[in-house]
């Protein structure tokens, strides 16, 4: 399922997303421009998923399969995955060069959150976003955080967006309906160009602004004029607003993981969407990967896309064309055996997966860690304090603890996570 040029123009890339993204002003300006009642946004950071149903082996390479407890577990004989020391929180830990490589600025704000996702299918990446039956109303929880979020970020759509679902399982559903995918050449063929809608943002951002001051300034008050002119980009604003979005969009050849990276920052800055999920080859189904060949060379692709995305997120932030904050994570179908075939490739394994999360409000650790267990090794308990292995999170609400403590760094209050996921509880030394 995608979506061609007129359907992205119909839907949330056109129309209200281009003005507000022109002009500053919140979304609901536009949907309803009556003087006295605007509200300002809340607190609360988007999402943007590296999602995949292959089952990457990012598991085996990341802190705590490393040292005491984990010697049994195989790693890559590649010297680009060598075991190299990190610095997490004041601690040291091992894990593969890439992750090691990363600037202590990103590894302050990074967590290795080690769970299960308690199943060996492929094609069940759907359920696992559904934390396996525990959500409510059976619900992504993506598409309940995104829904959350919604009118705090004063996004276009209270539905979240994929840009990289390759197979029916990636795909994302709300509400019971599957929702299309959107892949980057698509946004940049409805948006790019020099006679595309970023270009004629200026214009934009001088109609709308006029319309807006003719209704306040008609029946609103001067502290409504104020607010306009608080929120308002100024003409030199938009005018790098439109060259940066462009920029990007022109960089746009194709749809895979790299584009993908280059695409999730223009919907982010749009304002499209409180969460966006995209494609992540971190190794892929290696089952046969002779020396872990290609385990290792995705793993360095990928963790510099990942180092590469937070980058320009934050760059985009510092020059007040995204107005959030963004949380970057993983979460695959599966994680991959650690010791089972050795270099000769690693098969399915339900009861251990890593999700790595980054974000500003995420303080840099390890969650939990592994023990042998159904014939390789699985991840332990958690104590919900500490992050540390063995605790009051038992093994059966790991995932559930994992996509709740992904729900409070976005923002989302603890009753609110308790009534959409039924297991699990966030770990405090996980977050700022």
């Known amino acids: 399922m995608s979506l061609n040029r007129r359907d992205l123009l119909k839907s949330a890339l056109g129309g209200v997303a281009l003005k507000a993204l022109a002009t500053g002003l919140p979304l609901g300006t536009f949907l309803a421009p009556r003087p006295g009642r ?27 399969t490393y040292g005491t407890g984990a010697e049994q577990v195989v790693h890559s004989p590649d010297a680009a995955m060598a075991p190299t ?44 976003m559904k934390v396996m039956g525990e959500t409510d109303d059976n619900e992504m929880f993506a598409s309940l955080f995104a829904k959350e979020l919604a009118p705090r970020l004063g996004t276009v759509q209270s539905v979240p967006l994929s840009l990289g679902a390759r197979s029916g399982s990636e795909l994302l559903s709300a509400g019971g309906q599957v929702l299309a995918n959107v892949g ?68 746009i050849d194709g749809d895979d993981d790299d584009n993908q990276v280059v695409a999730a920052p223009v919907l982010a800055a749009m304002n499209i969407t409180p969460v966006i999920t995209i494609k992540g ?5 290696n089952h046969n990967d ?24 934050d760059r985009m932030r510092s020059e007040g064309l995204l107005r959030h904050e963004v949380v970057i994570s993983t979460l695959n179908v599966f994680g991959r055996t650690l010791k089972k075939k050795g270099t000769a490739g690693r098969d399915h394994n339900r009861n251990h997966h890593v999700t790595v999360m980054m974000g500003s409000a995420l303080r840099g650790g390890v969650v939990g860690g592994i023990e042998l ?43 609110r996570l308790d009534a959409m996921i039924r297991v699990g509880k966030p770990v405090a030394s996980a977050l700022v």
């Open 184 to 251: 980057p050449q698509s946004i940049r063929r409805a948006l790019g160009g020099a006679q595309g809608p970023l270009a004629g943002l200026q214009g934009l951002r001088d109609r709308e602004i006029d319309r807006l001051y003719g209704v306040f300034k008609k029946s609103g008050t001067k502290n409504d004029l104020r607010l306009l002119d608080g929120w308002a980009r100024s003409r030199d604003e938009v005018r790098g607003v439109s060259d940066s979005l462009l920029g990007l969009l022109d960089a």
């Open 373 to 415: 267990g159904g014939g390789d090794f699985q991840a332990r308990s958690i104590d919900s304090t500490t992050g540390a292995a063995g605790g009051d999170i038992p093994f059966d609400a790991t995932l559930g603890s994992m996509a709740k403590t992904l729900g409070t760094a976005l923002g989302v209050s603890s009753d």
């Open 38 to 64: 605007a509200q300002a946004q809340g607190p609360g950071a988007m999402l943007i998923l590296f999602t995949s149903g292959a089952g990457d082996p990012i598991n085996a390479n990341v802190p705590g």
């Open 290 to 313: 002779t020396g872990l060949a290609a385990e290792s060379a995705q793993h360095v692709s990928g963790v510099a896309r990942m180092q590469r995305l937070l980058a320009e997120l």
């Open 281 to 285: 080859s971190f190794g892929g189904d």
């Open 85 to 128: 020391t990190l610095r997490l929180s004041g601690r040291n830990y091992t894990a593969a060069k890439p992750w090691a490589d990363l600037p202590q600025a990103t590894l302050d704000r990074t967590v290795f959150f080690h769970h299960a996702t308690f199943t060996p299918v492929h094609q069940d990446q759907s359920r696992v």
